[in-house]
């Protein structure tokens, strides 16, 4: 895999949820963590761990630089949100028990 390539799948694919839950289960201050907060932390650091991808794959020429503070905003929004969505999803697979 190519950096383009990972900072895509980061971006893009749900690798921003992925890298949450292992820092979550691998970091033992996030691990120990309260489940309210731990949830809470995990949609920050999904949406913080795509937002920065994003601003890489910008910096080195992948993604095309959005053009003003408006464009910034709008553009980070929506990788956030994605992240934060993937990362539910992620967590509904692995987690929540099948009915």
């Known amino acids: 895999m190519s950096l383009q390539q990972g900072l895509m799948w980061i971006i893009e694919s749900g690798g921003a949820g992925v ?3 292992w820092l979550i289960e691998n970091i033992a201050e996030l691990r ?3 489940s309210v907060w731990k949830r809470r ?3 920050v650091l999904a949406a913080a ?3 920065a991808a994003f601003a890489a ?3 080195l020429g992948y993604q095309t630089m959005p053009l003003g503070w408006q464009a910034w905003l709008e ?3 929506a990788v956030a949100g ?4 993937l990362s539910q999803l992620i967590h509904g697979e692995r987690k929540l028990p099948s009915v």
């Open 19 to 21: 890298i949450t839950y």
């Open 32 to 34: 120990d963590m309260v």
């Open 41 to 43: 932390v995990s949609l």
């Open 49 to 51: 761990i795509a937002m």
């Open 57 to 59: 794959a910008v910096g």
């Open 75 to 77: 553009a980070l929004a």
């Open 82 to 85: 994605g992240a934060i969505g």
